[in-house]
Nanobody, 125 residues
Framework: QSHFVESGGGLVRPGGSLRLSCEGS????????VGWFRQAPGKEREPISC?????????YALESAKGRFTISRENAKMTAYLQMDSLKPEDTAVYYC?????????????????WGQGTQVTVSS
């Protein structure tokens, strides 16, 4: 069964760091561009960043993520990552990965995958 699972969230103080992981299984992970998204309480889910299938081209759709978040992937491990530094309370949200995505980091229509459970990130002192 093809799916992916997010992990790595938690409670962190402002200014802290977290590394989120998105592990795929049951499909050819390296064929797909992957994106990270988040949804804060009462808000729409928004794209953060995305990375091409070969890991060479990264885009950051969320302005506030630029310079603080870094997307990467290890295709041999079928895993994508989102390194988040200098976290702020406004980064509190459920974080999701999804694939495939377009160059603007929005989900590709007709994706064969479903959204996962996400991983909760809470930034609070």
């Amino acid at each position: 069964q093809s799916h992916f699972v997010e992990s790595g969230g938690g409670l962190v103080r402002p200014g802290g760091s977290l590394r989120l992981s998105c592990e795929g299984s049951g499909f050819t992970f390296h064929h797909y561009a992957v994106g990270w998204f988040r949804q804060a309480p009462g808000k729409e889910r928004e794209p953060i960043s995305c990375l091409s299938s070969d890991g060479r081209t990264a885009n950051y759709a969320l302005e506030s993520a630029k310079g603080r978040f870094t997307i990467s992937r290890e295709n041999a491990k079928m895993t994508a990552y989102l390194q988040m530094d200098s976290l702020k309370p406004e980064d509190t949200a459920v974080y999701y990965c999804f694939l495939p995505v377009k160059e603007d980091c929005t989900p590709m229509p007709g994706s064969p995958f479903y959204w996962g459970q996400g991983t909760q990130v809470t930034v609070s002192s």
